[in-house]
């Protein structure tokens, strides 16, 4: 089960910018490799990863498989106000994995 | 004033009895060196070309002085000393009773090319080269220099490159890419940034994994590199972040929206991601982490609201690859 790890400050100042860390698990086999028996390791990666803030996107990612495995994306956005970030995963075979974190805008 | 130290020579010259050959060059030379010498309106007029040197190997001024004495038959190579016998005490600063040692011949064999001989002064053009608008311009005034032809990182004259071209022409609006352009040997990884169109022209710097990768009012060209080779310790796994600065306007003009990290195939791959920064992003800042296979150079471009593009380039010494095709 794919876990992931988000990092949003609990607290916040309205207008002020935080940063939000996002790692989930995930092998991203590049599909470049292959077995002893030359059978080729099919690509499993995660292409896409969206961030939302009540409901309004933020950040967007597009992955290839040069990203690492268990990809870490760090990015910044403006704290507006009060509510829920909501991040989505989507990959190879159908992975597709969500997770959401609250923050507080004073 | 003369120098008395180089009279033998000029006597030698003037004697027309003389019909030795000790020493033309270094009298010729000596007479020229000194001021005093070549002033001296007694002496025949010398080359008056560069590389003068010799003036007796110019059988062309030889020639010419030798048709200025009347009735002298052309096809003789005359000195344009008198040919009648004239007493030692004629020449000037000669003793009569001198010794016929230091006499030299009136007409001189031909002297060695190497003596060297009065060549045409050169014109200022001669270091020119025509223009390909077919003007003339000095020779490698105007040349660009090529930054790293071997990793087409020539970006530095008249834009980025073809790679880089293609890339931001697949590029739609409004998302941040990151590529790497594939070289020969090398990989690279590309981040671009995209920003909102209405983005005005701004100021920005774009850095690769926090190092000091600054491109400062690139517009399309190369970076101003001065990136730092890092190691990439553990070597697996690199951290790529990609900044570009001060883009939190409060209009969110002039934000970049898009990267893209690539690496060339199978290095693991030419391409690493894209990256989309709206405008309430704040800061227009990426961090994330990137597979090498090898020691390479990582590109970062962004796109921006306003259509340019920046870049910022840096080497990464990997010691350990993280995607080699081991099998399993």
Known sequence: MATALINVPAKAKRGEIIEIKTLMSHIMETGYRHTAEGVVIPRDIITSFTCRYNGNEVFRAELFPANSANPFITFFTTATESG???????GDKGFAATASASITVE | MRNPGSRPSRRKFLD???????????AGALLLSMPGFAAAEDLPQ??????????????SARRSRARAFAGAPSHQHLHPLPQWPVPGREVPGRSRTESGRFRQPLVRRPAP?????????????DHAV?????????????????????????????GVSRQLARIGSDLDEGLLHTTSVSGPRRQRGCAWYGAARDAATRRSHTRIDGISDQNRRGRRRGTDRKSKTRCAAAGRERQHRVDDGPSHQPDGRGRPRRQHPRLQREKPAAEHGQFLSPPRAGRAQISTRIRLADSQKIVAIAKLSDGSFWSATTDVVVTLAACTDELI
């Open chain 2, 16 to 26: 027309k009895r003389s019909y030795r050959m000790s020493g033309p060059i270094l």
């Open chain 2, 113 to 125: 090319t190497s003596a060297g001989r009065c060549l045409q002064p050169q014109s200022r053009n």
């Open chain 1, 84 to 90: 829920k970030l909501e991040f989505e995963w989507i």
């Open chain 2, 130 to 158: 025509l223009l390909p608008d077919r003007r003339t311009g000095a020779r490698r005034h105007r040349m660009a220099r090529q930054i790293d032809p071997v990793g087409w990182a020539d970006r530095g004259h008249g």
């Open chain 2, 46 to 59: 010398l080359c008056r070309f560069r590389r003068c040197d010799s003036y007796l190997a110019d059988r």
